[in-house]
C-alpha cells in the first residue's frame, strides 16, 4: 500500500529527508507525499524540487496542511522543543508519525509524546538513522557471531570547534554533545548490549577553544542487566578528526573474537589466531575483513520503509516510539550524572519521568 505523507521541516536536517530519505520510498511506490510544511516560506522551494509539490501543496502551518490534505502518516524533522506540539497535531488528525530524533527535547515529554500515541492507537517511530548505516548494521551482524558481549567502545571525535558548520540551534543547546550527537551512539550501544541499562556515569565539559553554549565533549560508562559494560568518547572539539561523523569506531570485545569498526571498515579478530599470552601488537588490517552489507536502502530511507512494513501489519520497527524511551533515558541519565558528579540509575529515572509527566 502507499501511504501519503505530510513532511514538517526543510531546514537543517529536514532538508536531507527531502533530497535523500523520502524520494527512494516514493519510487518504490510506498510513500506518496501529498504537502510540506516549514515556517519559513523560502524552504519551500526544496519541497517542490526535491518532493515534486507544486507551490499551493506548500505551508507555513501545519494545521491547516493536514486540514487541506488527508494525509496517513506525518513525518517530523523540526527542532526537539517543538516535537510534542507537532506530535498532538498529527494524532488530532488521526495520523501515525516518524519522526527524527530525540524523541523531544526532555525525558517527561518525551514520555507524554509515547503515552499519546498509544492513547491515540496509531504507531510512531524515531529514525535513530546512525544505527542503520551500512557499516554499523554489518558490525552488529559480525557482532552477533562473535558470541557472548563482555564489554563494548565507541569513540566519536572531530574538530568542528567553529560556529557554522550545523544549525544555529545546535550550538545553543545545553547538552548538545549528549542530545545531538551521542544519543546515536548510546542508542548503538544500548541495542548491541541488547539488555536494559542499569547505570550511567558521565562528565561532560566545554573546551575553551569551542564555540559551544553547551557541553560538547564527554566520557559516558554505561552498566547493562546483564554484566555488559560499555565506554563512550565523544567530542566535537579536539584538535584533530580521528572519527568524525559517520565514522565512528566501535569495538566489541566478546568471547569468541574481537570485533572492530573503524571508518566504515569492519574486522573480526578471532581468539584462536593468536597465542595466550601473546602481547605482540596488532592493529587495523590484520584481521578478518568483514564484507559490507548490501541491501538497496541505509539510514532514514531504509528506517521509512520499516516503518511503512510496520503499518502494513509487520512486525513493530526496532526504533518504535516506546523503544526509543530507553535509548532517551540513557542519554538524559548521563545529563543529570554529569551535572550531579553521581552514577544515575537508569531505569528509577525512566520510571520518575513516567510518574511526573
Known amino acids: 500500500m502507499t501511504y501519503r505523507l505530510v513532511h514538517v521541516g526543510l531546514g537543517g536536517q529536514g532538508s536531507t529527508w527531502a533530497t535523500d530519505a523520502i524520494p527512494p520510498n516514493v519510487h518504490d511506490d510506498r510513500i506518496e507525499v501529498v504537502a510540506a510544511v516549514d515556517t519559513d516560506p523560502e524552504r519551500h522551494e526544496l519541497a517542490e524540487q526535491e518532493l515534486g509539490l507544486s507551490p499551493e501543496e506548500c505551508y507555513t502551518d501545519l494545521e491547516t496542511a493536514l486540514s487541506e490534505r488527508p494525509a496517513d ?48 492507537g496509531k504507531k510512531m517511530g524515531v529514525t535513530m538513522s546512525h544505527r542503520f548505516d551500512r557499516d554499523k548494521a554489518t558490525f552488529r551482524r559480525a557482532v552477533e557471531e562473535a558470541g557472548d558481549i563482555d564489554y563494548l ?25 549528549l542530545l545531538d550527537g551521542a544519543i546515536h551512539h548510546l542508542d548503538i550501544l544500548a541495542s548491541l548490549a541488547d539488555s536494559p541499562c542499569e547505570r550511567v556515569y558521565a562528565e561532560t565539559w566545554t573546551p575553551e577553544e569551542a564555540d559551544y553554549d553547551g557541553d560538547c565533549s564527554g566520557l559516558v560508562t554505561l552498566h547493562f542487566a546483564d554484566g555488559t559494560r560499555a ?10 578528526t580521528l572519527n568524525g561523523w559517520g565514522h565512528e569506531q566501535f569495538r566489541a570485545e566478546c568471547s569468541d573474537q574481537t570485533v572492530v569498526l573503524d571508518r566504515r571498515d569492519v574486522e573480526r579478530f578471532h581468539a584462536d589466531a593468536y597465542d595466550t599470552g601473546n602481547f605482540e601488537s596488532i592493529g587495523k588490517g590484520d584481521g578478518e575483513t568483514v564484507p559490507l ?24 520497527m526496532p526504533t518504535n516510539v516506546d523503544s526509543v524511551l530507553q535509548s532517551m533515558a540513557i542519554v538524559f541519565a548521563a545529563i543529570e550524572s554529569s551535572e550531579t558528579g553521581e552514577a544515575v540509575d537508569v531505569q528509577a529515572l525512566l520510571d520518575d519521568a513516567r510518574a511526573n509527566a
Request: net charge negative.
Open 73 to 120: 502518516i506525518c513525518s517530523i524533522v523540526t527542532p526537539p522543543s517543538t516535537h510534542e506540539a507537532v506530535v498532538e497535531t498529527a494524532l488530532a488528525h488521526d495520523l501515525h508519525i516518524i519522526s527524527e530524533k530525540p524523541i523531544a527535547d526532555t525525558l517527561e515529554a518525551s514520555v507524554r509524546v509515547a503515552e499519546k500515541v498509544d492513547e491515540a
Open 153 to 177: 567502545t565507541a569513540r566519536y571525535t572531530g574538530n568542528v570547534r567553529e560556529r557554522g558548520f550545523y544549525a544555529d540551534y545546535v550550538y545553543e543547546m545545553d547538552d548538545m554533545l
Open 293 to 316: 552489507a548490501e541491501r538497496p536502502h541505509w539510514k532514514n530511507a531504509w528506517l521509512i520503509e520499516q516503518f511503512c512494513d510496520w503499518i502494513d501489519g509487520g512486525e513493530p
Open 231 to 240: 565506554q563512550y568518547e565523544g567530542s566535537y572539539a579536539n584538535a584533530t
